[in-house]
């Protein structure tokens, strides 16, 4: 009976290795459907959720909210604010790469920094290790299984995917070697301004990518007919 469990369970947090074709997903960036709507609009609270996770930690963050951070501290605002400035910066660097975006590329930078500052001002900062360890790992859970909600609603990338991917096409270098050397900089850029960098933010590197496989898995078994 355990061994069963085991299994079922292991089935169902199979990583997937592409994006699930699902119900809500969209069938252009701008053709909108409620449920597509919806299921984005969900996935990109969460993803604030999560990232504001990792801020309470007090672990250290996620490279880009590590930039926004140090940015809040010199600027003199909040983290919700900088994330949203940031989001528009990187927006504005898509007109030489020839990008346009979605619904769901402009929702990405409204919602997700709302959503961060109301959970950073609601959660309450922790100093033990074990408590920063839990919502280290809850901030890197909650980033993936959104990011998997609200790619997979297809109605346009974030403005940091957007980035990668126009800069891919632009260079002709990997894919996978554009989102490192982006991730890098910004995370260098961060740390210089004064954002929080540490053990969180390597948890968050080693295991954003395989959480948001296994959240792919998850809704590809979940929405199979």
Not at 50 to 76: D, K, R, T
Not at 108 to 126: E, F, G
Request: proline share 4%; glycine share 12%; aromatic share 10%.
């Amino acid at each position: 009976m355990y061994s069963e469990f085991l299994e079922l369970v292991g089935r169902w947090l199979r990583p997937h290795r592409t994006i699930p074709h699902t119900p809500w997903m969209a069938k252009g960036r701008w053709k909108l459907t409620p449920a597509s709507v919806t299921v984005l609009v969900l996935g990109l609270i969460l993803f604030g959720v999560g990232e504001a996770f990792l801020v309470q930690s007090s672990l250290g963050n996620s490279p880009w909210v590590v930039l926004s951070q140090g940015i809040s501290i010199h600027a003199g605002i909040n983290l919700g604010w900088s994330t949203f400035i940031v989001s528009c910066a990187v927006l504005i660097l898509w007109i030489p790469l020839k990008e346009w975006p979605g619904f769901g590329t402009l929702l990405n930078i409204v919602v997700i920094a709302l959503a961060l500052q109301i959970t950073v001002d609601l959660l309450p900062k922790q100093s033990s290790f074990l408590s920063q360890l839990v919502f280290a790992l809850l901030g890197v859970f909650f980033v993936g299984i959104a990011s998997s909600l609200y790619i997979s609603s297809a109605l346009g990338p974030g403005p940091r995917d957007g980035l990668m991917t126009g800069l891919h096409k632009i260079t002709g270098i990997r894919i996978g070697r554009v989102r490192l050397a982006i991730e890098a900089t910004v995370l260098v850029l961060g740390a210089i301004l004064g954002g929080r960098v540490g053990l969180g933010t390597a948890l968050f590197a080693l295991l954003i990518g395989q959480s948001i496989a296994i959240s792919f898995g998850f809704l590809a078994r979940l929405t199979h007919k």
